[in-house]
């Protein structure tokens, strides 16, 4: 509807395409950036005749051509690496335009005006000034790398950020101190080893500095100011702060798989996201947990329906996989010994009228464990034998819960910060992890060691699942 409007009011400022083409409106930068999902851009958007205070007299609304003409400017200037490429008389026309209109309109119809335009004016001409304080930086004078245009647009900085990383680098690089045998001793001899031991002593300056890393990567801070972009936001339905709504949870799935059954495509990437728990740091993990599970999915369903289906916390996993293969999906609750308390270490169990079980207990006592030998056809135990004292035990313990041709569905770190929840005891190879079952009597149909050193490294610096594509 805004965008047919456009249509009766020619003198307004828009594009025209063929019939075929989509159109958003947009606010921000219009003439700077081509909006995310590739459409051309469609601006519009003050009184095309503005009367004046009185009434008494029309101006055309000089808001479109003022930002045409900072944008032709700020085009210019980034197109170069110096100023000699900037036109202020392309600034000085806008101003004078808009000065115009308000001594003609008078200064409070004007400023009205101009408060309830959408005209990105004011954004164009806050990235004219940034790119101008960057331009007249002295790194930027100075040429070289660090002041380099394409490294800096290769990295997705924008002139502000960068001036602002630039003058922290400064900073740091006055209190670095190098070790002495590797200023004095450590020379590199190649474009490559060059680089890469850039990368080395500045990880050391900026550690040193207390700049690094970016983040804790398991408790993240409420005031992270890139805590939304950095957390992958679940797809799952919620209700509150931190809980589900489990029954929108079922239908989505529900609806899921009768796309399925009907032969119709399923979304990968939208599967996967939808099997992230809510607001969790630990996105690489569980991203790499969920593609686990979509890939044995078909293998575990080989056998039909199943009955009891068993996770630990909360069945996120279950609803999210296998809501339509579980007759009952039941939880499992860690119940640790407590001398005030010696109760909390025995197992019990609450049965709901339709069937499903909360259990509690301790796995590391297979008496204590609270869950009938063969009851289960499924187990999920997503990232809980780190925090097992004595997994060798635990894992006979689960083994004696399934059903002959069960799965046991399992995930554990090989490297991770220390997270107590309330302890953290051990890692896994993929080596260890084999010993492991082959001690419950376990057979191992499938295993996925994701990652390298790369993805290690940088997350224990805290970055997150948008530092990473896809195949990393």
């Known amino acids: 509807d805004p965008l047919s409007s456009q249509d009766r009011f020619p003198e307004c400022v828009g594009v025209t395409a063929e019939q075929s083409q989509q159109f958003s409106l947009r606010l921000g930068q219009p003439f700077l950036a081509t909006s995310p999902s590739g459409e051309a851009s469609f601006v519009q958007w003050c009184t095309p005749a503005v009367p004046s205070e009185d009434d008494k007299q029309y101006a055309s609304c000089p808001f479109g051509r003022a930002v045409g003409l900072l944008g032709s400017?700020?085009?210019?200037?980034?197109?170069?690496?110096?100023?000699?490429?900037?036109?202020?008389?392309?600034?000085?026309?806008?101003?004078?335009?808009v000065s115009n209109f308000a001594r003609e309109m008078g200064a409070a119809r004007a400023g009205q005006e101009a408060w309830t335009s959408q005209w990105p004016m004011w954004?164009?001409?806050?990235?004219?000034?940034?790119?101008?304080?960057?331009?007249?930086?002295?790194l930027s004078r100075s040429g070289g790398p660090l002041g380099s245009r394409t490294l800096r647009r290769a990295l997705g900085f924008d002139d502000e950020a960068w001036r602002l990383a630039m003058d922290e680098l400064d900073r740091v690089a006055q209190q670095a101190k190098m070790p002495a045998a590797l200023r004095e001793s450590v020379r590199c001899v190649s474009g490559p080893s060059c680089a890469a031991e850039l990368f080395g002593r500045l990880h050391l300056a900026l550690y040193d500095a207390d700049v690094l890393p970016l983040r804790d990567p398991i408790f993240v801070e409420n005031a992270d100011a890139l805590l939304p972009e950095l957390?992958?936001?679940?797809?799952?339905?919620?209700?509150?702060?931190?809980?589900?709504?489990?029954?929108?949870?079922?239908?989505?799935?529900?609806?899921r798989e009768a796309k399925r059954g009907e032969g119709q495509a399923v979304d990968r990437s939208a599967e996967l996201s939808s099997m992230m728990p809510l607001a969790h740091p630990l996105q690489v993990d569980r991203m790499q947990l969920a593609h686990f599970i979509l890939e044995v999915k078909a293998e575990v369903l080989a056998g039909g329906p199943m009955q009891r289906c068993l996770e630990w916390d909360q069945p996120f996993l279950l609803v999210r996989a296998f809501a339509a293969h579980c007759r009952w999906m039941d939880v499992y609750s860690y119940s640790e010994p407590s001398p005030s308390d010696p109760r909390l270490g025995l197992p019990g169990r609450h049965e709901y009228n339709a069937g499903t079980r909360h259990y509690w207990g301790d796995?590391?006592?297979?008496?204590?464990?609270?869950?009938?030998?063969?009851?289960?056809?499924?187990?999920?135990?997503?990232?809980?034998?780190?925090?097992?004292?004595?997994?060798?035990?635990?894992?006979r313990t689960l083994a004696r819960s399934l059903r002959p041709g069960g799965f046991v569905i399992w995930s554990a770190p090989m490297f991770q910060q220390?997270?107590?929840?309330?302890?953290d005891y051990y890692r896994f190879t993929p080596k260890g992890v084999q010993?492991?079952?082959?001690?419950?009597?376990?057979?191992?149909?499938?295993?996925?060691?994701?990652g390298d050193l790369s993805l290690m490294n940088g997350v224990n610096m805290g970055m997150m699942l948008p530092y990473w594509r896809k195949e990393q």
């Open 418 to 423: 220390y997270h107590g929840s309330p302890h």
């Open 435 to 450: 010993a492991l079952a082959a001690h419950a009597g376990l057979e191992v149909t499938r295993l996925y060691a994701p």
């Open 231 to 255: 957390m992958l936001k679940s797809q799952s339905a919620h209700e509150g702060e931190g809980d589900y709504d489990w029954l929108a949870l079922l239908r989505e799935e529900t609806d």
């Open 363 to 395: 796995m590391e006592k297979e008496e204590n464990f609270g869950v009938d030998p063969e009851s289960m056809d499924l187990i999920m135990c997503p990232f809980v034998f780190e925090h097992v004292s004595q997994p060798w035990v635990a894992i």
């Open 73 to 97: 400017s700020f085009r210019r200037l980034g197109e170069g690496v110096s100023l000699e490429h900037f036109a202020p008389e392309l600034v000085a026309d806008a101003q004078s335009q």
């Open 123 to 138: 954004q164009v001409l806050g990235r004219l000034q940034q790119r101008l304080d960057f331009l007249q930086h002295p």
